[in-house]
């Protein structure tokens, strides 16, 4: 008996949220007692309802009581912890703060174990108990535990809603078609919840299939994943292959002229060689031959001179020096400019063959793009509801139509600051992005309108041109005004001809790179095309390019069916 008072002491002094003991306990105006901490971590959380209530017994209080400590349950406490006994382990049956509790139950309520459809009353496994034993019960639904109960009550007429009126598509009481749902097609909840379920089993179905359908799509894209792997790596290997062929042919070619250029140099320099040595040993005979016939011509006996002036006159068969060719200093420089012909012959043919070889690497694309339809109705079928982001709105731009239409206005309008709003340019951007195959068509009024996609990144403070629409790399953008049209894409403008007309088409193919812009009448007709490679999402934008005296113009993004 003693030991079960202690335990009863240890549930008394325990926080219901926490399952601890009480610490910096207070009492709230019901009587319930929790830890400081737990009861305003609670009461934090039902700030936004204005309305706090007490975990235990619901009772709620209008504001939100001041918390005072309770100096005698503290002090209580600490009588407790000074006993040695801690607080009790958390019992798993009593209903915390997010469990849904039990309604039967007084005091500290234990966690419901079903909820009654019948009853609209959620039950402990105590309490659940007749709905098991007692026979008119046994018929009751049991359902999980929810909080949700009381919406199943009428909030008019306070009965179980058990009928559906199809004509409202909404939940009634029994009393509800004599009154507001009077001559309604209303049939009881259960048969609508039947006729429901056999839609809901074919949307399944439908549902199973397409997980089937695109099951075999991510298959059949893995493989397409492994066999560009395998096309790409031995395109690399056949590559790096052909250069190192390529390479090696560069230099053997290399070592054929070395060798020829070297072979043909030792040739040329024996021949000179050759030549200057018969050369120097008939200056050696010239030069012994002018010594004697210098000596004869000192004699002065005649008959000797007469007599040898025949024998040392003749001289020896001299080399021609006009046989001697000697070529202009060149030598091999011929071989240089033959090599460096080669050379830019092989860079021609290299730049050539190497744009086509890009182009090539390019082109390869298994995932066919869309055909860009070429009527209305065809692009129609890709239309999407464009909205406008306020945060993005320069401030004289007023945003309306649910946020669909923009108009400049000549004073300044009450937005909070924003590190996304242009503050230099009257421009805004759409709130959604743009990844996929879509189109949107804009009606505009007053001066003129820039109808334009843009990156997120675009620069927003300021108004150079690194935050207007198609003066930089980050935006496309077609400019209309009442007599002509013009875009504009990385600062450089392209003059477009074609039909005036205050509604102007956009169509975008992200993932082929295709922006079109339209002129919208009774016909389409298509103003200007980008082909390009979109690396970022795109948002939609427009841009004013008047002033606060052109207050007045409109854009709007229209609704299209």
Known sequence: MAQKGVQLDRETFSCSICLDLLKDPVTIPCGHSYCMNCIKSFWDEEDQKKIHSCPQCRQTFIPRPVLLKNTMLAALVEELKKTGLQAAPADPCYAGPEDVSCDVCTGRKLRALKSCLVCLASYCDNHLQPHYDVAPLKKHKLVDPSKKLQENICSRHDEAMKMFCRTDQQCICYLCPVEEHKGHDTVSAAAERTERQRELEVSRQNIQQRIQDRQEDVKLLQQEVEAINRSADKAVEDSEK????????????????????????????????????????????????????????????????????????????????????????????????????????????????????????????????????????????????????????????????????????????????????????????????????????????????????????????????????????????????????????????????????????????????????????????????????????????????????????????????
Not at 276 to 297: F, G, M, N, V, W
Not at 366 to 376: G, I, M, W
Not at 512 to 540: D, N, W
Request: proline share 3%; net charge negative.
């Open 242 to 561: 052909i250069f190192t062929e390529l390479i090696r042919l560069m230099e053997k070619r290399s070592s054929d002229v070395k060798q020829q250029v070297r072979s043909q140099q030792e040739t040329e320099v024996s021949r000179v060689k050759e030549l200057q040595e018969k050369l120097e040993q008939e200056i050696t005979e010239l030069k012994r031959k002018d010594a004697e016939l210098e000596q004869l011509s000192r004699t002065e006996d005649h008959n000797q001179f007469l007599h040898s002036y025949p024998l040392l006159s003749r001289l020896s068969e001299s080399t021609d020096s006009s046989s001697i060719d000697i070529r202009p200093l060149s030598y091999f420089e011929d071989v240089t400019a033959a090599v460096s012909e080669v050379r830019d012959k092989l860079q021609d043919v290299l730049s050539e063959k190497w744009t086509n070889i890009s182009l090539t690497v390019t082109k390869v694309d298994v995932l066919l793009p869309q055909a860009e339809p070429k009527t209305r109705a065809g692009v129609l079928k890709h239309s999407r509801e464009i909205t406008l982001d306020p945060n993005t709105a320069n401030t004289l731009l007023l945003l309306s139509e649910g946020n669909r239409k923009a108009s400049l206005m000549s004073e300044q309008q009450s937005y909070s600051s924003h590190p996304d709003r242009f503050t230099g340019c009257l421009q805004v951007l759409s709130r959604e992005s743009l990844t996929e195959c879509c189109y949107w068509e804009v009606e505009w009024r007053g001066g003129g309108v820039s109808v334009a996609v843009a990156y997120k990144n675009i620069s927003r403070a300021g108004s150079s041109t690194e935050c207007v629409f198609g003066f930089n790399d980050k935006s496309w953008a077609l400019y209309c005004d009442n007599n002509s049209y013009n875009f504009w894409y990385n600062n450089v403008k392209t003059p477009v001809s074609g039909p005036r007309s205050s509604r102007v088409g956009v169509y975008l193919d992200h993932s082929a790179g295709i922006l079109s812009f339209y002129s919208i009448s009774e016909t389409i007709t298509l103003l200007h095309r980008v082909q390009t490679t979109f690396t970022q999402p795109l948002y939609a934008g427009l841009r004013f390019f008047g002033s606060i005296f052109s207050s007045g113009d409109t854009a709007e993004f229209c609704k299209l069916k």
